[in-house]
């Protein structure tokens, strides 16, 4: 039984003059902060800005690499190749490192956005490029990946430090991937059930599936939507379960 | 009187499918390249392919930021703020960074590109956010910058080290900027004309304006321009001229 | 003494998954709807979307160019050429178009954005362009410009029809320009304020600038701003305020 | 036996200060432009040239509307919805249509580029959609498709003229799609071959598959690749030979 558990967040997703989410609400419940690299969301300031408010809170500070798709919000899948893959993970993510060394900090992880999470999920040539890139950034950089996915067993194979991700808010099927957005029960949208999932997927390494099975997780980082509009309540029903259980929440 | 030069090559800035310039030609002539980072050319693959070839040839490997114009080649002014170019310097510097270090190199130089390097050269506010940009990227990145500019005393001032640049197929004014492109004068086609100015700037310090003044300049680093159909046959003219006076060809 | 006025809004800004403005809110208050064409917001979907809205309120349709600065949303001036300005305006208005005719309308007008706005206003060569391609565009379709601007007698020496475009919460310096944002006094927050100055700039043809004096004005258009938090309150102060003086609200 | 034939062509595939295919070597050659819309290339200044160009030689303006991938050209495919490929078809051929207009002639056909041409020839839904926005754009404008696709028959069904397409220089597989760029077989280098192959699609209606077997074809109009080193040597060869045997050569 864990003790200790990573609550990640994407943040930095506003572009120009367009906002969302709410990274200040957001940011003093996690751990971890995924920040857009320009790709789907982020443009330079907001990087900037997303890296000093993840500083000053002592939160981790990760790239959210994603397929160059401004218009799709990085959602739609697009047919590239692991050297698409592999370089625009190491753009994005050298972005990103710029300004956290610029912000006296350092890049901690990386985490792919969207459709290219999936992708990188679940296709072996993708996997390992992505792999690869996080290793040729160097530095120990830590690859969150989705708990029990192929990307898994591909980042421990090259030797980079990996974590489990799982997510309180999704429902999930027999083989251990979400279910599609859009799907019957595929988002969880009661905070108090999504606290009770977490703490369950932490205790005691089980997800109930939407058929009832239970699938195993590896739970190392608890992904939170900070996009959705009871982002803070989710947060902070999360936060309180995993206090009065004794889990400390600290970025791997 | 100096013995040793930089010369220094804007490079990468080809895009997905389009290419741009002679790469593979002009590496072997220069010692410094300067690799576009995105925004007015040089999309995460060619930026990559363009490190991967400077790191096989030793030369040292700088990034090429630019305004965010590709339709435009970053060759037109926009009115952006100091915390604007702070940005998009250490985003673009950043992104190059990461591929330099994945092919086992560092980052050497940051020159931006096009209207920015003219913006940065005149404008205090612009010079002072391009300097601490350069700042923050650490490591002892060098600036490089028209020589004898403002921008040039900023980055003294700052504390970061700084190479002067001069051209040798451009027309000055008295006041040691460039002649606008298109003005008469501005560009010098021969070869042999701008390989004599060349020898003449390092070993006498001096460059005859279009005036005929006499106007001082300081050349760490003299700018190839690999676009221009000639540049190979510029490039060889001027490393000649350099090897017959015994002016080694170095990255600062 | 004017019985008849046009309320243009600026519409259809949002872009991807980011939402801006009030759109569906606004919509019913005015008699214009400058759609964005894709430069600084508005991508494909939102220009669809946006349209439809404006075709069920019989509001009339234009398109709203912008300079290509999707990060500055617009707001950032570009040196562009006359040329660069013709193409814009025309690829921008031709998209907006297509969509109008595919919702049984038609485009009515066009009124650039942000910085080429202003710029437009003001430089001869731009305002000769930007004149010559709404009339290439055809159709009788009519330029919205600042009132009393060179841009006003450029489309009228072109032969093509132009509205006289006021704003009723921005201050106005003694030429009739707009005191740029920033400036105290630059915008009017208070809707009676407002409400009053649109009154009086309809009813007598002069607006109270910033200094005091009283500047003649075109009112053809009154500009409301819908990025405004307070923009459905003003625009319901502005429509009462004309009803009771017996204005009617309708495009030109 | 058919006595005439269209033959098109992709043009106006530069972007910015990059630049792309023979356009005006090409362009006495052809009967149809398919002209860039600016998502894979074709910035307002390029599409203007182009269909400048297009006009004076007596030559057909179609838009060649893409994918939104600049970086990849739009040969990557993307899952997109059937309302996006609606979206981004009326958009991309707006623009090019106030180009024509303005040029003092018409939008005359639509082609898709790359991976959305070989999409929409065999997705029910995006075939539709594409149908259905170039019927909405009105004026009679045609669509050009695979020949003997899906997207023939829907465009069929929608009351749109569509024009079957047929390529001289690439193998063909027996369900009459074309063999994928990179497998053996799918280009022909050759020009006196394609010729031959082009004069037996027009003559019989057939073409020999990679297989052997004789595929039935449609052949409305040729596409001529431009972009290819030998394109002019192409279309001298295939000009020749319709000449040769009485094929008149023009648009639809």
Tied chains: 1, 2, 3, 4.
Excluded at 7 to 35: H, L, Q, R, T
Aim: include cysteine; aromatic fraction near 6%; charge should be negative.
């Amino acid at each position: 039984m864990r003790t200790t558990i990573d609550i990640n967040c994407d943040m930095g997703e506003s572009y120009g003059a367009w906002k969302m989410g709410a990274d200040a609400e957001v940011m003093p419940f996690i751990s971890s902060a995924n920040i857009a690299g320009g790709f789907h969301g982020g443009d330079p300031a907001t990087i900037r800005a997303t890296v000093r408010l993840a500083a000053d809170h002592g939160v981790a500070i990760g790239a959210h690499p994603s397929l160059p798709d401004l218009q799709g919000f990085g959602r739609r899948v697009m047919t590239i190749s692991p050297q698409d893959m592999y370089d625009l993970v190491l753009y994005q993510a050298g972005a990103v490192e710029a300004f956290a060394r610029a912000a006296g900090a350092r890049l901690h992880h990386v985490k792919c956005h969207g459709a290219l999470y999936n992708m990188a999920a679940n296709d072996a040539g993708l996997a390992e490029a992505m792999a690869r890139a996080v290793k040729d950034l160097g530095g120990g950089v830590i690859l969150y990946a989705l708990s029990n996915s192929r990307m898994m067993n591909t980042a421990k194979k090259l030797g980079i430090r990996v974590a489990g991700e799982v997510f309180a808010d999704r429902g999930y099927a027999d083989d251990g991937t979400l279910a599609p957005r859009g799907s019957p029960g595929a988002m969880i949208e009661d905070a108090a059930l999504a606290a009770q999932r977490a703490l369950s997927m932490v205790e005691d390494g089980y997800v109930t599936a939407l058929s009832g099975a239970r699938v195993p997780v590896s739970p190392d980082t608890l992904c939170l939507h900070g996009d959705q509009p009871g982002a803070v309540a989710f947060a902070k029903a999360i936060r309180k379960a995993f206090s009065e259980h004794g889990i400390a929440v600290a970025s791997p």
